[in-house]
């Protein structure tokens, strides 16, 4: 299987030098030229095997330069015992009446780690594979959870060194302090002023400076991302949409070939993204419902067919989904209009120019068929953080409960007897401000390098919820890097550190 830039069909790479790019010289996005069907038999054998295999089985799919037995290698370690405390590690949870699909039982605690435990053996063998001298560098910009991530999953990876930037007053204090007492002789981590947007912008334009990419270069290192506009990000996800549809109809809730939906909370539009390809494969998906917060330029696009990011930005509750730039819908808007490349060209023209567009009829009536799209504000996301705790005594952070919202609003307002997945995407206790405040537990604000922590305690005395061991450590956990940048520095700092 090939892979082909969404904004020029004719530059074609292998799955492995997708992988390696991470994003297409032309700014576009790799995809594969054509998307696998899984056949009922398929999927009936399938739901047989664990995670591991299942996970193994949908990326050999996608991924050709890759045996089967390599992925089910990789996949057995990412998802292993001593990486995700739970077996499955992405279970589906019912709490009061409603299911939760739980992605966050990974080594930092949010939905990333799903991907990010299986990107870096993708992109080693991948190196091995292309028959490159280089290393690998892997730059990041972060909302919060990515950085973490990619990092717990780069640390100490051979011919790899891994650098975040998170925007400095864009992340929750636990994210901020994961961050900064990150471990491993290959990590750097360097808070920039600013928003998420302008952080992704800094490292955007890293990308696209010949100049510094050649000094990069002349290092001996190979620069990539590890984004989820990376393939190798999204594939692993996609997996989980599969697998958690078998686990429904293993346990009874559903019969196979039923229709569920999936109710995702959104930024990046990654994480939905991967649930449109498992539905695309053939898997039993009725509805793709797109939750936003106050940050609602997606849900607002799926209404109206207009994506505009001019709009004031919000610091919500819901940092990782604080983005006005959605860069993986240019994916599913290549798909929907027939691949039309020239297309996804125009409309990524007029949103540099003029931050807005307005996609064809038919892109729009294609998307009616399957999407739906709201938003929660920031007082909803709260009290459905309060309700969820009060009637199902169910903890949830505010990414999660801004999935929950508008779960809520869709069920109530089209009636659909289909059953519906919220995806949950975060511990809670990786937002413990919030939630307490949501809950009615006043707690005083955090402040200080340490500020959050002393949350903790309070949270778990509180709800009785067990604190994770990895969030448990933080209290003592030395603080490795710290101070913030102004973002034209961003490149200057990239070789500072690879000379360093
Ligand atoms: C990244 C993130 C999201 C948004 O996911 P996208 O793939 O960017 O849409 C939602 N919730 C949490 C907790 C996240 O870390």
Known sequence: MLYVSTRNKNLRVSSAEAILQGLAPDGGLFVPESVPMLTESEMLSLCKEDYAARAAHIMSLFLSDFTKGELENYCRMAYSKDRFET???????????????????????????????????????????????????????????????ALEGFRDVGRTRIIVFYPADGVSDIQALQMKTQKGANVFVQAVLGNFDDTQTGVKKIFSDDELVSDISGEGWKITSANSINWGRLLPQIAYYVSSYCEMAETGEIKIGEEINFCVPTGNFGNILAAYYA????????????????????????????????????????????????????????????????????????????????????????????????????????????????????????????????????????????????????????????????????????????????????????????VPEQIASLKNAEIRFDGSIPKEEMGKRVLEFLKG
């Open 87 to 149: 077996d499955p590690p992405a279970p589906v949870v019912k709490a009061g009446g409603e299911y939760y699909l739980e992605l966050w039982h990974g080594p930092t605690c949010a939905f990333k780690d799903m991907a990010l435990q299986m990107l870096p053996y993708l992109l080693s063998a991948s190196l091995e594979k292309s028959g490159s001298d280089k290393k690998a560098l892997i730059l990041t910009a972060t909302s919060g959870d990515t950085g973490k991530a």
């Open 279 to 466: 539905r695309r494969m053939g898997v039993p998906i009725k509805k793709l419902i797109c939750a936003s917060n106050e940050n609602n330029v997606l849900s607002d696009f799926i209404r109206t067919g207009v994506y505009d990011r001019n709009r004031k930005f919000y610091c919500t509750i819901s940092p990782s989904m604080d983005i006005l730039i959605s860069s993986n819908l240019e994916r599913l808007l290549f798909d929907l209009s027939g691949r039309d490349d020239a297309l996804i060209r125009a409309y990524m023209e007029d949103l540099s120019q003029h931050g807005r567009y307005t996609v064809a009829g038919h892109i729009k009536k294609a998307m009616d068929g399957f999407i739906w799209g709201d938003f929660s504000t920031e007082r909803e996301t709260k009290d459905a953080i309060k309700k969820t705790w009060d009637e199902n005594s169910y903890l949830i952070d505010p990414h999660t409960a801004v999935a929950a919202d508008v779960c809520r609003k869709y069920l109530k307002e089209t009636g659909d007897p289909a059953k519906t997945v919220i995806v949950s995407t975060a511990n809670p206790y990786k937002f413990c401000e919030a939630v307490l405040d949501a809950i009615g537990v006043s707690a005083g604000s955090a402040s200080g390098p340490r500020g959050g922590v002393g949350l903790i305690d309070i949270m778990r005395d509180v709800t009785g919820m067990a």
